[in-house]
């Protein structure tokens, strides 16, 4: 039996879920209080507004509210965004409280997500009355619809801001020599609205699909153990009860970034941001051992899964969730290291500018391959040691230990794309020069701890999508998979490829969209007469619009990819081959998802590195427009899609093709094969 009783699992769960959305609410009034309206202004006493200094302040001001009122307006492409409620809302609260600026409240994707499925659970126990197998895995549809929507949210808003980004940057930056978000280039508003578009709500999309398919593969392994049998529901909802502390601890930790540390230097702002990390993992190793000591019986037993029962005592599960979580800093700051201009992996980039765009591209893959290494290294040492410990249950609970604290990892990932907006609008506003180098350094800080964040997020999505692959071998009665079997090797060959073919995809549709909008600001350069002198405006809409479409109609053939090869595979060639795919796609998928994402934020921080000209060795490369520089904007531009669509969007497919299959493996088992049978 658990120390903690049933009613207060019943009570604590969503309470945790509810003051989370309490405090993002909270934030987002407080944020909304900074007025951007000369009216508000006057009737506040000039407090509380964004307004700088000087003669122009005020027209500047005027400039900002437009902005936003037209990066607002954009807010409509959200509807290519269709499907499961829950991940829809994660992502649109996400966008929503980002035009606020504070990356703090974007833990409110996490909150809906947990308490929705709770009121799932507890719907669902009507019907299935004990019989907790059934239930749980009828859990399992709300991880697919859940990142089904995730797909798309992170292809479609990555292609949406990749193709603006890039539009943007080849017509503005390197052939008019314009400044970066100049008000005069007509893709700036498309680019800004992408930035929400694909790094806050494809975020929040990505975020809930991995709570919600690591939370549903634990559940349904336990399903198959002694809680399951015994009814302990208590021990049953452990998972949640780990992402409940997590939110706890998450929402402590902001008070450090907040109240208990002021920053009052530029140079502050990164390692304040990644001393939330290592606070949020302190504290939530103590929150997972009082967890599992409090909702955990002293043993439990876990069965079918291929091999003898297997007994488990309450503190294994404690380890299997700490090198989880623990495993998720370690490839956090890996990616720091490679993608922070503050290290030398950057920094050569960087230097190897000086003979153009060609050895900035060859140095840049070399460092995102070899960034590859230690956070592989930290996964295999995470899924042996689960493993060992509680098997296949032991992964997934080491999934949600690494999970457990992304809400403080996708709060700073939220911080790189609202200071890039920040920097956006200050540019196009007309504000002094001395507010945009404040929002560079933002949007530098930012741009590393984004790669950070996306470097949790697919860390994992490898834990994640191995619980899966667990709970599907099980719920497919196999008992092993061979390697050695033509079946299963077939399966492992293709399945290596699908990352590859899904890439190739997602890389030739942000190429086709940034073309269109290439033509596009040159046509509005050559033929809006007075645009380059800014006196007369750009067409923003014309732009907005080519992302927009751009974004629906190519994210189909990507995702259906995705959607329909399981279903293919385990119809006609059987839950075997099907096994060997997932692992086959799951092998290879993590690391060029690790590789696109950390080469793409090198060759972005390369370019910033020259831009901001902090050293002796960073201004002799530059300044802006230089040949060192022009070759480092080209290496960014090529970098964009690979951190900002291709790579992120990997680990939604390896998480998405597991958890549809193990969905279908019932169906599989029954009637699959068909090719095989036929012979």
């Known amino acids: 039996m658990t120390i903690l009783p049933f009613l ?109 499925l709770y009121i799932a659970i507890n719907l669902f126990k009507i019907y299935y009355k ?165 909702a955990l019986p002293s043993s439990f037993t876990i069965y079918n899964l291929g091999s003898t029962p297997k007994v488990v005592k309450w503190w294994h599960l404690f380890f299997c969730v700490a090198v989880g979580l623990w495993a998720g800093l370690i490839i956090g700051y890996t990616t720091e290291y490679f993608t922070s201009n503050a290290y030398s992996p950057v920094q050569d980039v960087a230097d190897s500018c000086r003979t153009g765009a060609a050895t900035n591209i060859i140095f840049g893959l070399a460092l995102g391959y070899k960034s590859v290494i230690i956070p592989i290294f930290a996964i295999a040492v995470a899924i042996y040691v689960s493993f060992a410990l509680a098997v296949f249950y032991g992964i997934a609970v080491a999934a949600l230990g690494m999970l457990s604290t992304i809400a403080t990892g996708l709060a700073i990932d939220a911080y790189g794309p609202i200071s890039d907006n920040a920097g956006g609008i200050a540019e196009m506003a007309g504000m002094s020069h001395h507010i945009r180098e404040r929002t560079d350094a933002l949007d530098a800080a930012g741009n590393t701890t984004a790669a950070i964040g996306k470097g949790f997020a697919i860390g994992s999505a490898a834990l994640v999508s191995l619980a899966l692959f667990g709970a599907y071998v099980s719920r497919a009665s196999l ?16 399945g290596a490829m699908l990352p590859y073919w899904f890439s190739a995809m997602t890389m030739k549709s942000v190429g086709k969209a940034a073309l269109s909008m290439v033509e596009e600001v040159r046509r509005q350069f050559n033929t809006i007469p007075g645009l380059m002198e800014g006196i007369n405006n750009p067409d923003y809409a014309t732009c907005v619009k080519i992302s927009t479409d751009a974004s629906i109609k190519e994210m189909i053939p990507p995702g259906a990819l995705v959607m329909v090869t399981p279903l293919v595979v385990g119809i006609l060639f059987g839950v075997e081959t099907l096994a060997g795919l997932l692992a086959g796609a799951l092998v290879s998928g993590v690391q ?85 049978k036929i012979g």
């Open 8 to 116: 207060w699992t019943e009570i604590l769960i969503p309470v945790a879920a509810l003051i989370g959305i309490g405090f993002a609410l909270i934030q987002w009034y407080i944020v909304s209080c900074i007025s951007v309206s000369p009216a508000r202004a006057s009737e506040s006493g000039g407090d509380d507004y964004l307004l700088e200094d000087g003669p122009d302040g005020a027209d500047a001001m005027i400039k900002c509210a437009e902005i936003q009122k037209a990066i607002s307006v954009a807010f409509t492409t959200v509807a290519f965004i269709l499907g499961v409620v829950t991940s829809v809302l994660s992502g649109y609260l996400g966008m929503k409280i980002a035009t606020y600026a504070n990356a703090r409240t974007t833990l409110e994707a996490r909150k809906d997500g947990l308490l929705v």
């Open 130 to 294: 004990t019989e907790r197998e059934g239930l749980f895995e009828a859990i399992t549809g709300y991880g697919l619809g859940g990142s089904s929507v995730a797909l798309f949210g992170r292809v479609g808003g990555g292609i949406y801001t990749k193709a603006a980004d890039v539009g943007a940057d080849l017509v503005g930056k390197v052939e008019r020599n314009i400044p970066e978000d100049d008000p005069r280039n007509p893709a700036v508003i498309a680019d800004n609205v992408g930035d929400n578009v694909g790094d806050i709500a494809g975020m929040g999309s990505d975020l809930f699909g991995s709570f919600a398919e690591s939370s549903c593969a634990a559940l349904v392994v336990a399903s198959i153990s002694s809680f399951g049998t015994s009814h302990d529901f208590t021990a049953m909802c452990f998972p949640l009860l780990i992402s409940s502390m997590g939110i706890v601890v998450c929402l402590i930790t902001t008070l450090f970034a907040t109240d208990f540390y002021e920053i009052k230097e530029v140079n502050q702002i990164e390692p304040a941001l990644k001393r939330q990390l290592i606070i949020s993992t302190a504290l939530m190793t103590l929150g997972i051992l009082l967890v599992c000591f409090l």
């Open 479 to 494: 008992t092993s998979v061979d390697v050695l079997s033509a079946k299963v090797f077939i399966g492992l060959i293709v």
């Open 592 to 676: 060029i998802a690790i590789s696109a994402s950390n080469t793409g934020g090198a060759w972005d921080n390369a370019k910033k590195y020259i831009e901001a000209g902090a050293s002796e060795h960073a201004r002799s490369l530059g300044p802006k427009g230089s040949d060192a520089h022009k070759a480092a904007v080209i290496g960014d531009t090529v970098g964009d899609p690979l951190k900002d669509t291709s790579g992120p969007s990997l680990n939604i497919l390896i998480k998405l093709m597991a958890v549809e299959s193990l969905v279908f493996a019932p169906f599989f088992a029954a009637h699959g094969g068909l090719l095989f």
